[in-house]
């Protein structure tokens, strides 16, 4: 099966920004929500962000105000915005639909460490 292909992390000061892409099967983008996904070390996959069909989000309270999520319906590409990143946004980066169990087909991920 086709995975989503992650990018965009990379190690970045606290108060900095990173912009994450994910590029999706179109079978996938196409008509279902889609998410941000991460995963700290030692912890469980929690998700960040959710952008629906007809471009409504929803953040989790822990990044509200500061990330942004998007998508490209012709490239069938997410996007995640990061701003005034903090240590504690440090994760290896996942997107996938919205529930993930409509494709459960992972990507590598993008790793982000925010250092203080």
Aim: charged share 20%; with cysteine.
């Amino acid at each position: 099966q086709v995975r989503m292909v992650e990018s965009g992390g990379g190690l970045v000061q606290a108060g900095g920004s990173l912009r994450l892409s994910c590029a999706a099967p179109g079978s996938v983008f196409g008509r279902n929500a889609m998410g941000w996904y991460r995963q700290p070390s030692g912890k469980q996959r929690e998700r960040v962000a959710i952008i629906r069909t007809d471009d409504t989000t929803n953040y989790a309270d822990s990044v509200k105000g500061r990330f942004t999520i998007s998508r490209d319906n012709a490239k069938n590409t997410v996007y995640l915005q990061m701003n005034d990143l903090k240590p504690e946004d440090t994760a290896m980066y996942y997107c996938n639909a919205v529930p993930s169990t409509l494709y459960p087909y992972w990507g590598q991920g993008t790793q982000v460490i925010v250092s203080s």
